[in-house]
């Protein structure tokens, strides 16, 4: 249980320093995005990521190459998946959710908040930590697509043009 023997040890050590090297260099030729955790679907492939880079580590059934091949995987896909999403808005749709507006002009919805299931406490959270110091202050409270609640104080608002075609 504590120590089988060291070729295990040693195949941990060379296989996870080689893993890690290539997991790196990988990274950096698919770009800034590959771990940019921007939806969803990055948190997904960022998870996976991790997921797989254990398994190569820790199990003597898949060979360094053979996790590597899913890494580079992995990565090829998010790319094609960036691409869909920057060239077409149905594609877009189709993986990534679209902001959505929970509290306008001082109000919150609590009709957005049960239909997103965020709790208002955690949009007061979110208010407080945008320097505002009650909600009379903030022109708008949005759902990210990535899960973060924005808070949009009055003084920040300008036009409003950032939140206009927010659905609820």
């Not at 208002?120 to 930590?129: E, I, N």
């Amino acid at each position: 249980m504590w120590f089988d023997n060291w070729f295990d040890i040693w195949r941990v050590v060379l296989v996870g320093v080689s893993a890690y090297v290539s997991l790196i260099i990988l990274i950096r030729v698919s770009g800034k995005r590959a771990l940019a955790q921007m939806n969803a679907f990055d948190f997904v492939v960022t998870v996976a990521l991790g997921s797989t880079l254990a398994t190569i580590l820790l199990s003597s059934d898949v060979s360094f190459l053979e996790g590597l091949v899913a890494l580079a995987l992995l990565l090829g896909l998010q790319i094609v998946v960036a691409l869909g999403v920057q060239r077409s808005p149905r594609f877009r749709r189709l993986t990534t959710s679209a902001p959505s507006l929970l509290g306008r002009d001082g109000h919150i919805d609590d009709e957005a908040l049960r239909r997103h299931r965020v709790a208002r406490a955690d949009v007061l959270q979110a208010v407080r930590a945008s320097g505002a110091g009650d909600l009379s202050m903030v022109a708008a409270v949005v759902l990210e697509s990535d899960g973060k609640v924005s808070v949009i104080t009055r003084a920040q608002a300008g036009d409003g043009s950032s939140f206009r075609d927010l659905s609820a």
